[in-house]
Structures are given as C-alpha cells and as structure tokens.
C-alpha cells in the first residue's frame, strides 16, 4: 500500500474514532458540536474522556415544589411526569397533561433536561432561558401550579429517573424534540417508550 494511503487510512480511522466517542456523549445529553471536534483532534486519545462523562448520571439542577395555595392532590390521584424543551410537540404533551390531569385532580411533574456542560460550565443564560420556559408552561395549569424540575442529563434517561423517583404513574411526551436531535442524537420517545416501566402518552403538533 503506498504511504500517503495508508496515511490517509489512518487519519481516517483517526477521526472517525473520534467521532463515535462524540457520537456516543451525544447520546448522553451533550449536545454542543465542539465535542466533535475535540474527537476528531483527538480520536482515540478523546474515548476514556467521553466514557467518563458519558457514565455520568444525570443531576437535578433546581426543583421547584407546587406553589404555595394550591390545592392539594387527592388522595390516591395520578402522578404525571411531562417532559418539556419548547418544541411544538412539547408544548402539545404539557397542553394534553393540563387537560387530561388537571393538578387539583394529579400531581404534575413538569421536566426540562439541559446539556450536562451547561450546568459545568456555570451557562447562566441558558439555564436561565431554561428556568423562563419552565415557569411559562408551569402556567398552562389554570387551577393549581405544578411541581418543575430542572435536570442535566440525557432527557430520556432523566426523565425517567425522574419518573422513577416521583413515583410517576405516566409519562408525557412530545413525539419529537427540537431541531434535528431526533435524527442525529436518537429519538427521547423511542427512548421513553422502550424503557418506561409506567405507560407513555406520546404528544404531536397541534393540527395545523
């Protein structure tokens, strides 16, 4: 083989081993491209660091109770976990959730997972846009406030913690989630769905 193609091969195996170690924090919640980078720069050399943040469990960021005044749920109501990040699908579960378990007859668990580096890396603005959507679509509950949460993690893995956790005897969610994090990252309902142990109501968009 002459040289420059086995060069070329190991630049190329380089990268793509890099690559897969960023593919695989992707999955894990860490979303920003510059992990991509960093991959391929480094290829093998990136694998140990992207295990250890990828094994990382998910964390609760700030949890919010129900706000004083509400009415408490009654004794023996549903408990529902709604997964929340601003896509039209999104909102249509946390619509659905505030009609079919209005908070004075269940009790909601409104969850917003962020990028893992978010939190490390101490992004006030978009933890605070996170903190403002949250507080946004907690008001889509007439009656009563629910209970937010915010996590960083994968959102699928955190929802489900945080479903585990709270109890929760449903979980809602968007079919999909924003931008192409479907496609490149995996599906958090096909994730949700696959390993639920309580039923999921998957949400779409609005008609229209």
Do not use: K, N
């Not at 700030?62 to 896509?87: K, Q």
């Amino acid at each position: 083989m002459p040289t420059s193609a086995l060069i070329a091969l190991v630049v190329v195996l380089w990268v793509a081993i890099g690559w897969s170690a960023a593919l695989f924090l992707g999955r894990r919640g860490y979303r920003d491209p510059q992990w991509y980078f960093l991959g391929a720069v480094l290829g093998p050399l990136f694998v140990p660091m992207a295990l250890e943040r990828g094994r990382r469990q998910h964390r609760v960021v700030e949890r919010t109770p129900r706000a004083e005044g509400s009415p408490p749920p009654a004794e023996g109501a549903v408990t529902a976990v709604v997964g929340v990040d601003g896509s039209a699908e999104s909102d249509r579960a946390v619509r659905d959730a505030a009609r079919l378990f209005p908070v004075e007859g269940a009790r909601v668990v409104l969850v917003m997972a962020v990028d893992p580096d978010v939190v490390e890396f101490s992004d006030e603005t978009e933890q605070d846009r996170c903190r403002a959507l949250l507080d946004d679509r907690a008001g889509w509950f007439p009656r009563a406030s629910p209970v937010v949460e915010l996590v960083a993690g994968q959102p699928g893995s955190a929802l489900l913690d945080v479903a585990r956790q709270e109890g929760a005897d449903v979980v809602v969610v968007g079919r999909r989630g924003r931008g192409l994090s479907h496609r490149v990252l995996g599906s958090v309902a096909e994730h949700v769905t696959h390993h639920s142990p309580v039923p999921v109501l998957l949400a779409g968009p609005a008609a229209g």
